[in-house]
């Protein structure tokens, strides 16, 4: 089924350490996000992609860092994990960048960093 | 720059009764305005975008340029319509959404 996937689901990591939150997508569509959705639930989009080779920052600064390799995935990475990063991340994709497209969202990654 | 706002963090209604979530834009240009829900333990999805003048789940909402606003509307809310709702405005030919600050809406028995 043609969707979008994110794991983990939850992670809970120490200070420090490097971590990569999984997203890929079946749907082929080449343009993708990744937000940032904070414990007051407003979304801030701290990077994205119009499709492989192509990442640009977001809104928010972020010291997180992507890749696109393949048009299906675009993992997004901490070199060295601080509490300051405990977030939700939600990576959404969508086929057109006008014309009414939406985004698709997957689940969302839930990381507490200790 | 393109700019979103949701001014009512929480809103509170009962079965039945109208709810109006509000929704004020700030772009220079042609928008594109939708509305996201995301209900408990579940992903944020779309509700409905301007460019289809839909109605969506007994929801509608207008595009007002004059007033630059999008607001929500159901004229006879149900609790299973109780959710966080975003509105998210798409500016540029990029492809991303700005995001308002979100309204979560309770909707009593």
Not at chain 1, 42 to 63: A, F, M, P, Q, R
Not at chain 2, 90 to 109: E, M
Request: proline share 5%; hydrophobic share 30%; with cysteine.
């Amino acid at each position: 089924e043609a969707d979008i996937y994110q794991t983990p689901r939850y992670l809970v990591i120490g200070t420090g350490k490097k971590i990569t939150l999984e997203c890929s997508q079946t749907m082929g569509h080449d343009k993708m996000y990744w937000y940032q959705q904070d414990p007051g639930m407003e979304l801030h989009l701290i990077h994205y992609s119009y499709g492989v080779n192509s990442t640009e920052k977001g809104d928010l600064s972020s010291e997180s860092t992507v890749s696109r390799i393949r048009t299906e995935h675009f993992p997004l990475t901490l070199e060295s994990a601080r509490p300051s990063h405990t977030s939700q991340y939600l990576c959404a994709s969508s086929e057109y960048p006008r014309d009414g497209s939406p985004l698709h969202f997957g689940n969302g990654t839930r990381l507490t960093v200790t | 720059a393109q700019r979103v706002t949701q001014p009512e963090k929480l809103l509170s209604v009962f079965k039945g009764a109208p709810v109006e979530l509000k929704c004020n834009y700030s772009y220079s240009g042609s928008p594109e305005l939708f509305w996201y829900v995301q209900y408990s333990r579940q992903r944020l999805q779309l509700l409905l975008r301007h460019i289809s003048r839909e109605s969506i789940k007994g929801f509608t909402a207008d595009l007002n340029k004059g007033e630059t606003s999008f607001h929500l509307k159901k004229p006879f809310a149900q609790e299973e319509d109780s959710a966080m709702y975003y509105c998210a405005l798409r500016g540029t030919s990029y492809g991303k959404l700005t995001f308002g600050q979100g309204t979560i809406l309770t909707v009593h028995p």
